[in-house]
């Protein structure tokens, strides 16, 4: 069984900076994919920033600049760092991890979200 794990989220005033982690568990034979994912309120899940495995990272427009996402792959775990943030980076952050596990059938996983609160 493989599992994600958010953490960082929180409230931060406007300008200020978090740092998201995603660490992978379970029995997992690759990951050729990761990446952040974010839904405010009312809206549709979009994309925030991805990174395959020996690639670039990606991110959305909206982001470009201010965030930065990174992989420790020794320890499973995916970063987000966001920085110059604005009230309208609020939103749940999800990770997602494209693994195959000990089944050797390639799957996406979801973590279960962390809230990123930004105050004007």
């Known amino acids: 069984q493989v599992q994600l794990v958010e953490s960082g989220g929180g409230l931060v005033q406007a300008g200020g900076s978090l740092r998201l982690s995603c660490a992978v568990s379970?029995?997992?034979?690759?990951?050729?994919?990761m990446g952040w994912y974010r839904q405010a309120p009312g809206k549709q899940r979009v994309v925030v920033a991805t990174l395959r495995s020996g690639g670039s990272p990606v991110y959305a427009d909206s982001v470009k600049g201010r965030f930065t996402i990174s992989r420790d792959i020794a320890k499973n775990t995916l970063y987000l760092q966001m920085n110059s943030l604005k009230p309208e980076d609020t939103a749940v952050y999800y990770c997602?991890?494209?693994?195959?596990?000990?089944?050797?059938?390639?799957?996406?996983?979801w973590g279960q979200g962390t809230q990123v609160t930004v105050s004007s």
């Open positions: 379970g029995s997992i034979i690759d990951i050729n994919a």
């Open positions: 997602n991890a494209r693994v195959l596990p000990s089944s050797f059938i390639w799957a996406d996983y």
